[in-house]
């Protein structure tokens, strides 16, 4: 069956990943078997070493399981080489990061479009990056740099680059981590409200408990593996 047929956007099975770290092996994902359905929000806790980083770089097609299976919208993901990831991730994927990751000379705008540039889309991307920017409460700020920016507005910028492919599923990483209380709760509003109005998936890695509990479901990790039965 597709995936993607039953209303599943991912589906990963018996996902395992190791490191060669000199002449030692380090298993950090072991066996992990997960689906995540269309507009879900799921989010994603653990200790420090529990595998989240290497899960969500797995999830986010920045890196390949050393086995398993791992299907996204219907594409076999675990039997891409990297010219194959990076289209997926270029067309699926949009990210956010804890530390904004925004190029310092570009203003709001140029940011923005980045993903439209690498995933070779024609078109206005000016105009595309705008609506976005507006999407996000930022169109009065487009012709700002980060540096002009708070800590929320450049969130805010992330959130509007990560959106510019009509991704199928937003993963975000300590999105609140760099943030005050009250901008970190505007932040996850906002992603709220983008999953509900737009219907896209959204997994959040996060230590913030109270984050956590705004979701639909809670994953822990655990020594590379799922805690409990809650996949």
Not at 102 to 116: F, I, Q, S, T, Y
Not at 120 to 130: L, M, W
Not at 210 to 220: D, K, T, V
């Amino acid at each position: 069956m597709n995936p993607s047929s039953n209303g599943r956007l991912i589906d990963i099975e018996d996902i395992s990943k190791t490191y060669r770290l000199g002449e030692v092996d380090v298993e950090a994902l072991r066996d992990v078997s997960l689906t995540i359905g269309r507009g879900e929000v799921v989010a994603i806790m653990g200790p420090s070493g529990s595998g989240k980083s290497t899960l969500m770089s797995i999830l986010g097609c920045l890196d390949r399981p050393s086995s398993g299976r791992y299907h996204l919208d219907s594409v076999a993901v675990d039997e891409l080489d990297q010219n194959g990831l990076a289209a997926v991730r270029n067309r699926k994927i949009g990210f956010v990061f804890q530390t904004f990751n925004l190029l310092p000379r570009a203003v709001a705008w140029r940011n923005v479009e980045l993903p439209l540039l690498y995933a070779g889309v024609p078109g206005d991307h000016r105009a595309r990056a705008v609506q976005a920017l507006e999407d996000v409460g930022l169109g009065g700020r487009m012709h700002h740099h980060p540096a002009e920016m708070s800590g929320g507005e450049r969130q805010r910028v992330a959130i509007a680059r990560a959106l510019i492919n009509d991704p199928a599923i937003i993963l975000a990483d300590e999105p609140t981590g760099n943030l005050d209380s009250k901008t970190g709760a505007d932040i996850l509003k906002l992603l709220l409200d983008l999953n509900k109005g737009r219907g896209v998936t959204l997994v959040i890695v996060t230590h913030d408990a109270s984050i956590a509990a705004q979701a639909g479901r809670i994953l822990h990790l655990k020594d590379g593996q799922i805690d409990g039965s809650e996949a």
